[in-house]
């Protein structure tokens, strides 16, 4: 971000006081901030004390092998029933856990907790009948559909960490999943339903499957839930259906206790390098990050609130909150299985109507999109049940912030824009609702328990005022604890930067402003953001470089109105290729949507003849983020061939790039 850029950010002067109501009523209060400060672990054990527990831990972290850390040591729990049974078991059975709404209208289920119990139990009889034990992986490769949560939790129930693959995902970045934590067994489905149509799924189980074999892992068994009804390939000694094996099974199901640091799953994420990575949470710090956050961000009130998270259950928002931290709170949500368009763009507004939702977290670039369509599709519906909104994923520019507090919000409701990651597993710096002063455009400060500072190089705090690099000071329950498999690439991804600190590097520059509230600004490192999800440039590069016709690929991230930043590439075709052909560029989006998944998908790829190198052969991004964000190009003195940039421009003046 330019300097500029940064000094008009910060001259935002609006502020929004709490809402009397709330800041009366508030789950979390001002004076939490200094009491976790003074004895965090006296704070977390606190936060743990909402969760029953099998048996109590002996010691709240230990800290002493860093950065591997145990939380709550020694104490045992179960994950699934800390966010079903005992809920049913405080008489509560009858709360609806979650309103499903199917695309297709009126295609919706209730699920209440006793109900939502009897069917996780029925899921965990099942995959156990399948062959899953303790300590087995499973993918689950679904839409967003009720059974996904169901299969979150039958897994947590019988100590078998999960894998949930988006279901945008390609079957390659499928498979290149089920290979790493060599899954034993795939949940899935049909199909789903989007923008109206049926989407298949199974097929790219199947192919994922044929991949993964002919890297020496074998999948058991696939387990299929009929969605759609669509017809599908089937393979007797693989394919089960979900009706077949779960319907049939007993609602009986005693949960163990697992200890605290039983993995609970691995979500993977992009990082700088090619390879994703798998992000390792454990049970009891977890679901205590989550539950505790969850509480307090959002101000739950269980008995009254809905609460709806618009997230992909692909995506760590749709663990922490949707499944994890709402649920074992005991709140009544929504879960929508559609877009926001289908059947007509005011779908989730209506949805918001309907069902009275009081709580709404979503994603900025979702705002920005509704805020092109214009204030008159919102403002058709009663939308006065909201009290509190959540925004999460990047940056929220102030503009976008006033219109999701006013037009969606009718200008009551605080809005809490959420900093988080993957990694961290839970929110770590946001505003309090009931509290803080709101300041469009800010994450404002760490919560209660969580501390972060931004520093520079050296790693010393920066002065209000500055920017530099966002770093967590010390730990937290629900952090991650390694990269699935790769405890060496965990410690320099994140602990390398500033080890003598002992600071957790999160990859985000960050700015103080005058009053030291925090100011997310993007990504430091080779990762882009499009639409709140994390690609890594050189994940894309290697899918362009993958193509017969493609030499070398060099891609960034540029600005984008719509999702804040889109995949802009630049390619050196092999000279066989001559120039690629009239449809080069089509056909190289459709490789990166066939390698990774549409989200992937090039905005606009450029054919050039050379690519912007350091005289040790480091490509100069920031380059190559000038010509795709229309700017004058910088400094170029450190290129081994300072005549790239006019080559790589004229390639574009002759044509061959596409928007
Ligand atoms: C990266 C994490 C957290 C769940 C969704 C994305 C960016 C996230 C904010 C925010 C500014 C944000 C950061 C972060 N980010 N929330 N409120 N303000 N930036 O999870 O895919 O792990 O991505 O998203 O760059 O590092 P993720």
Known sequence: MSEETLSNLLKEDRRFEPPAEIAEHANLRAEAYDRAAQDPEAFWAEQAERLSWDEKWDRVLDWDDRPFAKWFVGGRLNASYNCVDRHVEAGRGDKVALHWIGEPEDDTRDLTYAELKDEVSKAANALTELGVGTGDRVAIYLPMIAEAVIAMLACARIGAP?????????????????????????????????????????????????????????????????????????????????HDAVDAAS??????????????????????????????????????????THWAVFDLKPETDVYWCSADIGWVTGHSYMVYGPLANGATQVMYEGTPDSPERGRWWKIIQDYGVTIFYT?????????????????????????????????????????????????????????????????????????????????????????AEVVNEAGDAVPNGSGGYLVLTAPWPSMLRTIWGDDERFIDTYWARFRDQGYYFAGDGAKKDDDGDIWVLGRVDDVMNVSGHRLSTTEIESALVSHPKVAEAAVVGAKDEDTGQAVCAFVILREEAGDGGEDIVAELRKHVRQEIGPIATPRQIMIVPELPKTRSGKI???????????????????????????????????GKAED
């Open 251 to 292: 609602t009986e199901h005693t949960p163990e206790a697992f200890d605290a640091e039983h993995p609970l799953y691995v979500m993977y994420t992009s990082g700088t390098t090619g390879k994703p990575k798998g992000i390792l949470h454990t049970t009891g710090g977890y679901l205590t990050g989550t539950s505790y």
């Open 363 to 451: 994603a900025p670039t979702a705002i920005r999109s509704f805020m092109k369509q214009g204030r008159e599709i919102p403002d058709r519906y009663d939308m006065s049940s909201l009290r509190i909104l959540g925004s999460v994923g990047e940056p929220i520019n102030p503009e976008a912030y006033i219109w999701y507090r006013q037009v969606i919000g009718g200008d009551r409701t605080p809005v809490v824009d959420t900093w988080w990651q993957t990694e961290t597993g839970m929110i770590m710096i946001s505003p309090l609702p009931g509290v803080t002063r709101g300041k469009p455009g800010s994450a404002m400060t760490p919560i209660p328990g969580v501390s």
């Open 620 to 654: 100069m991004r920031r380059l190559l983020k000038d010509v795709a964000e229309h700017r004058e190009v910088g400094d170029v003195t450190t290129l081994a061939d300072s005549s790239v940039m006019d080559m790589i421009s004229e390639g574009i003046d002759s």
């Open 162 to 242: 999960h894998t949930v693959v988006f279901g945008g995902f390609s079957s390659e970045a499928l498979s290149s999943r089920l290979v790493d934590c060599q899954a034993k067994v795939v949940i899935t489905s049909d199909g789903g339903y989007r923008r109206g149509a049926a989407a298949a799924l199974k097929p790219a189980v199947d192919e994922a499957r044929a991949k993964s074999s002919a890297q020496g892992h074998t999948v058991e068994k696939v387990l299929v839930v009929r969605r759609t009804g669509q017809d599908v390939e089937w393979n007797d000694d693989v394919d089960v259906w979900w």
